[in-house]
């Protein structure tokens, strides 16, 4: 139940088309759901997040949609860039600690 | 504006040493968590602490690990008599008090195990 399932495991994208990337939840008690960015030999850095009261959220060029019911939400990148060529963690949390989803490693091309 | 800093950035110890992992939140948290990275997984929590004060190390190993986040100066994650499986990255992040997001990351130390 405290698991957060995210795919895929990898995307390969060309330039300027759109990243989806999907995770489900269990725990219904979660209320703060961040996607972090993670670049070799960084730590993660927060991207963009979104709490359960609202179901699309947008900056720039990321957008999260979250659907309460089917306990999912997801990471749209739109016009991808090869500069966006990182891992891409989704992530949970209702107390204190954030859980992780297995995060996906996406490659955009030129 | 200082993020949180971890040191060492790098860390090889040998089977049995003990290694001693250091963080400095942001200026003003007094809340730190500790997470590991393990090779192509994602981030698991360990601990969380408060100055003086372990909140929840659910996710803390039973042995051989310990956190503490003292009055003065930086949290310390200590792993006694290490082994390979002890081989990750180790993040923390920190939050200015209970229960408020996002938490900030650091650029974690990378532990390997020889």
């Known amino acids: 139940q405290q698991q957060v399932k995210q795919s895929p495991q990898s995307l390969i994208v060309q330039k300027g088309g759109i990243s989806i990337i999907n995770c489900a939840y269990e725990?219904?008690?979660?209320?703060?759901f961040p996607w972090y960015q993670q670049f070799p030999g960084k730590g993660p850095a927060l991207l963009i997040a979104i709490r359960p009261d609202v179901s699309e959220k947008k900056e720039g060029r990321f957008t999260i949609s979250f659907n309460k019911s089917a306990k999912q939400f997801s990471l749209h990148i739109m016009d991808s860039q090869p500069g966006d060529s990182a891992t891409y963690f989704c992530?949970?949390?209702?107390?204190?600690?954030?859980?992780f989803g297995t995060g996906t490693r996406l490659q955009v091309f030129p | 504006n200082a993020g949180v800093m971890q040191n060492p950035r790098h860390l090889v110890r040998r089977r049995g040493q003990e290694a001693r992992l250091r963080c400095s939140p942001v200026k003003g948290h007094s809340h730190v968590y500790w997470y590991r990275q393990l090779p192509e997984e994602g981030l698991k929590f360990m601990v969380y602490?408060?100055?003086?004060?372990?909140?929840?190390e659910s996710g803390m190993p039973k042995e051989r690990f310990s956190a503490e986040f003292p009055k003065e100066g930086p949290s310390i994650l200590r792993i006694q008599q290490v082994v390979r499986g002890d081989s990750a990255a180790y993040f923390c992040?920190?939050?200015?008090?209970?229960?408020?997001?996002?938490?900030?990351f650091g650029d974690g130390t990378r532990l390997s195990i020889l």
């Open positions: 602490l408060q100055k003086e004060n372990i909140i929840d």
């Open positions: 992040a920190s939050s200015p008090f209970e229960g408020f997001q996002p938490q900030h």
């Open positions: 725990n219904t008690a979660f209320d703060y």
């Open positions: 992530a949970a949390s209702w107390t204190d600690k954030l859980i």
